[in-house]
């Protein structure tokens, strides 16, 4: 059969209906947990969630692993020269990539399969449908795969649970269209003061309102005749199969006498606050390389802020991504790839303090899933990091840098905490409980503290207090610290010293100014650098952890105060949160920005 006429048949499909379109035969190749193209003696599992179909005697078969987020077709009981192939549509089946891994059954066999491809495409932001094709003796195709999205509950669900309306409705000619949401993240939308055919409909975006394409007039609905209202069912807005998190939605109208029509704002709905920035934070969250491109650390602490959120609400949906962080970034990658510095394996690096901050991370990952890999993670990157404890300089502390240039806060707050976690989680340990009381004693007596009782950022190189900046995330690891240190031996003092620095931060007028959580780059018209971005969710863990441990009224208050502010003035309809807590500006808002919120939302909580 010549290549024209095979595309033609690929066209007019009649053997069952299927969405009519002109099929993009040039894919660009697709790579999520793995790339287009993968052998399916590889896949995690082997479904199928459509029917086969059987046609001219053959049985075509579409072959689905979610573990993977891939498919494959097979075709069987055929004849030499029948083949199979994959459609994948990113626009609802409007159109397609056709004759993906096309496969036609060699000589002697009866049956052959293809390659896999990818069903959806969460790094860039797309959602797609996959169906398996045939041709023998003529075309045909399965039904495409998740056509409906489902999360808690599916595309066109009725019942919602609750009622929101997460931004301002819209008028035209009179009437009011209104977006509502429900607890699940379920949306519909509603028109009312209408008139019969007067029509209501949502679109829906997985590109925070880029594009639609496949959410177009989802549930469009017309009033009837002798009402005034109208309203769609319920779709979904986050697609946990195809790891699409934070789907936004709008809901659009039209008065029947005209074309035109008018939408509300967009609106990323979620559950809760914590659950809104979460999903907020993962639509940033790339799989292939499997980190939050482009900064090293601030992925860990980031990865740390997700596993917080997820132990405290107990949600399982994230737990892929501490997995799939972990195997794509313990080898080795050379400068540029992850950071300015080379990684080594095992998140090891010239920057001390990089790795502390992945170590962390990992007890975090171990404390979540009990994996035990990650705690043996956690303990090699802690032995890594205490080679550069030198009692030489400053009768101890740990390094910044491989180079030895400076002593510092950051690293020290590391230390101390990353030290008495192994500790907390190694039987029989004595090693690095003797280790971390160590640290603590050198931390309360090193001079980083000032007479305020706030951390400056380091010491001279005649261990002197340096005076530079008070940081939120130095305050913040000095507090998380000693209450590791204060679980590890039960003795109070070190919980008293946490208290202090606590103190220090809350009430005085450096690091919170009207009530609020603020750095210094905060002020006035500046603005953070990326990693500053990062610095006050970190704090607002390690206050939470402090309020639990203290049962503090006024250390909870306080958190509650950050995540209102926060919620009130730092956020927009998309639910992503920006640098200054407080509002104002410049306020940048990217994913570093929006990992610090979440600390505050996930302490408030």
């Known amino acids: 059969m010549s290549s024209l006429i095979h595309l033609a048949l690929c066209l007019i499909l009649t053997v069952i209906p299927v969405p009519t379109g002109k099929p993009v035969t040039a894919a660009a190749v697709v790579c999520v947990l793995s790339c287009d193209t993968l052998d399916p003696s590889r896949a995690q599992q082997d479904t199928f969630p459509v029917p086969d179909k059987v046609f001219n005697g053959r049985q075509l078969r579409l072959h689905v692993s979610d573990a993977d987020g891939m498919a494959w077709g097979s075709i069987d009981r055929g004849v030499t020269g029948d083949s199979v192939w994959l459609d994948r549509s990113w626009d609802g089946g409007a159109t397609w990539e056709g004759l993906l891994g096309k496969a036609s059954i060699p000589g002697a066999w009866t049956g052959t399969r293809t390659l896999m491809y990818n069903v959806t495409d969460p790094g860039k932001h797309r959602r797609g449908l996959i169906r398996a094709c045939g041709d023998a003796a003529g075309v045909t195709c399965t039904e495409w795969i998740h056509p409906k999205v489902c999360d808690v509950a599916c595309d066109g669900a009725t019942q919602p649970s609750g009622d929101t309306q997460p931004v301002p409705p819209t008028t035209l000619s009179g009437r009011t269209i209104r977006l509502h949401v429900d607890g699940n993240a379920m949306a519909w939308g509603t028109l009312e003061s209408g008139a019969r055919g007067d029509e209501i409909w949502l679109d829906r975006s997985w590109d925070a309102g880029a594009s639609w394409a496949g959410g177009s007039s989802l549930g469009r609905t017309s009033v009837a005749a002798g009402a005034s209202t109208g309203g769609t069912v319920l779709f979904a807005t986050r697609d946990p199969r195809g790891r699409h998190y934070g789907g936004a939605v709008r809901a659009c109208g039209r008065e029947a006498g005209h074309q035109e029509g008018s939408c509300t704002a967009w609106a990323r709905p979620a559950p809760a606050r914590a659950q809104a920035a979460a999903d907020a934070l993962l639509y940033s969250y790339d799989p292939y390389p499997g980190w939050w491109p482009s900064s090293w650390w601030n992925s860990a602490a980031t990865l740390t802020a997700v596993i917080d959120h997820a132990e405290a609400t107990g949600d399982r949906r994230y737990d892929w991504v501490i997995a799939r962080t972990f195997e794509r970034n313990r080898g080795v990658f050379p400068a540029g790839a992850r950071s300015s510095d080379a990684i080594e394996g095992n998140f090891a690096s010239r920057a001390i303090d990089d790795s502390a901050w992945w170590g962390l991370a990992w007890v975090a990952a171990y404390d979540h899933t009990g994996d035990p890999r990650y705690l043996s993670m956690a303990t090699t990157i ?3 990091v205490h080679q550069y404890w030198d009692t030489g300089s400053c009768d101890g502390g740990v390094w910044w840098d491989r180079e030895r240039t400076y002593k510092n806060a950051v690293t020290s707050g590391l230390y101390l905490r990353l030290a008495a976690s192994v500790h907390r989680r190694t039987p029989g340990d004595t090693v690095w409980l003797q280790r971390s009381r160590t640290a603590a004693d050198w931390y309360l007596a090193s001079g980083m503290i000032n007479a305020s009782g706030l951390v400056n950022d380091g010491l001279t190189r005649d261990c002197r207090n340096n005076g530079q900046t008070v940081w939120t995330y130095n305050q913040g690891l000095g507090i998380g610290g000693l209450v590791e240190v204060w679980r590890a ?7 008293d010293a946490a208290r202090r620095l606590a103190d220090a931060a809350v009430t005085g007028p450096v690091l919170t100014k009207n009530g609020v959580l603020t750095e210094s780059c905060d002020v ?3 603005s953070c ?6 610095f ?6 390690f206050l939470a952890e402090l309020a ?7 250390y909870r208050d306080y958190a509650q105060r950050q995540a209102d502010s926060l919620w009130a003035s730092d956020r927009d309809p998309l639910n992503r949160i920006g640098q200054r807590w407080a509002g104002g500006t410049p306020n940048q808002a990217d994913w570093r920005t929006q990992a610090s919120g979440l600390g505050a939302l996930t302490a408030a909580s």
């Open 382 to 384: 802690a032995a890594y």
């Open 489 to 495: 031996t039960g003795e109070t003092r070190w919980l």
């Open 524 to 526: 006035g018209q500046n």
């Open 529 to 534: 650098d990326d990693n500053q971005k990062q």
């Open 536 to 541: 006050k969710g970190i704090f607002m863990r």
């Open 548 to 554: 639990a441990a203290t049962n503090s009224t006024a």
